[in-house]
């Protein structure tokens, strides 16, 4: 089979991490007989250096005409200070708003290998952590239409908190369809008590949830459910909620594994066609950019979501997973998750191991 992928390294360390990534999927063509089209894409703050701004038209359309955009690293420091729209971030709301990636997957887990990173107790970690995030990524204040101004009393500003039945109606299918994959559990996160577009958020989850009788829906306030999933983080299985919500609560729980570099993510249309890219899309470890010193694991996981999601490889991607595993238990470690008795390797050596343990038994 054959495959067009829009290729975004990005900025920071974006480039050092496809790098290696593209190493594990061409490996997989090869065992597979797949045939994977990569185009270069010019997007981020790099688009904002070359061109003046996040995204060209021809880039863009690039990543319109392909089947799958796989993303490294996007911003930095270097461009804080432009003016919000022109700034490396805005090419995300871009391509997720013309393309129709509207819902964002974040899994995750806690693999035994991370548990020394994790500033959890002891007795929560012997439970676990395995986590779906769902989060809606075209609704509510991120996107929004902004304003900013002088008023009464000064400066002044607002993010419009937007929200219709599609956006929720279609991230509440999402969350109920993953729990049907896993273990039947989705809860779903709003401020009911205070924001009326949690109002209808809560309203139309309970309407979806009467499709699926066979996944348990509860429901929770943010503010009291970022509280608890540290505490009792084992109990969950699918966490679904709104945009910035989701965005906060997946970084929480990303942080309880200690080492946010392996752990990928997706964004998505209803179709399974999206973006993939490592968890933490904005790294902001600048000191190691350049050094053969990041973690590719997060992006190479993230491409074994794209085989699964957008090309329906699973055999493929499972492979992807195993390779990964493999690498780990056989004591290779970058130095975010380096420590004695294991083996430090650098960025190009882990992605040469993981493309060296895939083979298709």
Same mark, same amino acid.
């Given at each position: 089979?054959?495959?067009?992928?829009?290729?975004?390294?990005?900025?920071?360390?974006?480039?050092?991490?496809?790098?290696?990534?593209?190493?594990?999927?061409?490996?997989?063509?090869?065992?597979?007989?797949?045939?994977?089209?990569?185009?270069?894409?010019?997007?981020?703050?790099?688009?904002?250096?070359?061109?003046?701004?996040?995204?060209?038209?021809?880039?863009?359309?690039?990543?319109?005409?392909?089947?799958?955009?796989?993303?490294?690293?996007?911003g930095g420091a270097k461009?804080?200070?432009?003016?919000?729209?022109?700034?490396?971030?805005?090419?995300?709301?871009?391509?997720?708003?013309?393309?129709?990636?509207?819902?964002?997957?974040?899994?995750?887990?806690?693999?035994?290998?991370?548990?020394?990173?994790?500033?959890?107790? &002891?007795? +929560?970690?012997?439970?676990? %952590?395995?986590?779906?995030? /769902?989060? $809606?990524?075209?609704? #509510?204040?991120?996107? *929004?239409?902004?304003?900013?101004?002088?008023?009464?009393?000064?400066?002044?500003?607002?993010?419009?908190?937007?929200?219709?039945?599609?956006?929720?109606?279609?991230?509440?299918?999402?969350?109920?369809?993953?729990?049907?994959?896993?273990?039947?559990?989705?809860?779903?996160?709003?401020?009911?008590?205070?924001?009326?577009?949690?109002?209808?958020?809560?309203?139309?989850?309970?309407?979806?949830?009467?499709?699926?009788?066979?996944?348990?829906?509860e429901h929770m306030f943010i503010d009291g459910?970022?509280?608890?999933?540290?505490?009792?983080?084992?109990?969950? &299985?699918? +966490?679904?909620?709104?945009? %910035?919500?989701?965005?906060? /609560?997946? $970084?929480?729980?990303? #942080?309880?594994?200690? *080492?946010?570099?392996?752990?990928?993510?997706?964004?998505?249309?209803?179709?399974?066609?999206?973006?993939?890219?490592?968890?933490?899309?904005?790294?902001?470890?600048?000191?190691?950019?350049?050094?053969?010193?990041?973690?590719?694991?997060?992006?190479?996981?993230?491409?074994?979501?794209?085989?699964?999601?957008?090309?329906?490889?699973?055999?493929?991607?499972?492979?992807?997973?195993?390779?990964?595993?493999?690498?780990?238990?056989?004591?290779?470690?970058?130095?975010?998750?380096?420590?004695?008795?294991?083996?430090?390797?650098?960025?190009?050596?882990?992605?040469?191991? +993981?493309?060296?343990?895939?083979?298709?038994?």
């Amino acid at each position: 089979m054959e495959y067009k992928i829009s290729v975004i390294s990005g900025d920071g360390i974006g480039p050092e991490i496809m790098k290696e990534t593209l190493k594990v999927l061409k490996k997989i063509g090869q065992i597979y007989n797949h045939e994977f089209q990569f185009i270069e894409c010019c997007a981020g703050g790099a688009s904002i250096d070359k061109y003046g701004e996040p995204i060209t038209e021809e880039n863009f359309n690039i990543c319109k005409n392909s089947d799958a955009i796989i993303l490294g690293n996007i911003g930095g420091a270097k461009w804080k200070d432009y003016p919000m729209e022109k700034r490396p971030e805005r090419v995300l709301f871009k391509l997720r708003g013309e393309l129709g990636f509207s819902v964002n997957i974040r899994p995750v887990f806690l693999k035994e290998y991370l548990k020394k990173f994790s500033p959890l107790k &002891d007795e +929560i970690l012997k439970k676990g %952590i395995d986590i779906t995030v /769902i989060r $809606d990524v075209t609704g #509510g204040g991120l996107p *929004s239409e902004k304003y900013s101004g002088e008023g009464t009393f000064g400066r002044e500003a607002f993010d419009k908190e937007y929200y219709n039945e599609k956006i929720v109606s279609d991230t509440a299918k999402w969350a109920f369809e993953t729990a049907r994959k896993r273990n039947n559990k989705v809860l779903s996160l709003d401020k009911a008590n205070g924001l009326i577009s949690s109002v209808l958020w809560r309203t139309v989850m309970k309407e979806v949830a009467t499709k699926y009788p066979d996944v348990k829906l509860e429901h929770m306030f943010i503010d009291g459910g970022a509280m608890d999933v540290v505490k009792n983080a084992s109990k969950y &299985d699918v +966490i679904v909620a709104p945009n %910035i919500f989701g965005d906060i /609560i997946s $970084d929480e729980l990303s #942080g309880l594994v200690g *080492s946010v570099e392996v752990l990928p993510a997706a964004t998505l249309d209803m179709n399974g066609k999206g973006m993939f890219e490592p968890n933490q899309l904005h790294n902001t470890n600048y000191e190691i950019i350049g050094k053969n010193i990041a973690n590719p694991i997060g992006l190479i996981l993230s491409a074994a979501l794209m085989l699964k999601y957008s090309f329906n490889l699973e055999q493929e991607a499972t492979a992807i997973e195993k390779a990964v595993a493999k690498a780990i238990s056989d004591g290779y470690a970058t130095e975010d998750i380096y420590y004695e008795g294991k083996k430090l390797v650098g960025t190009s050596e882990m992605g040469s191991i +993981i493309a060296d343990y895939i083979n298709c038994k």
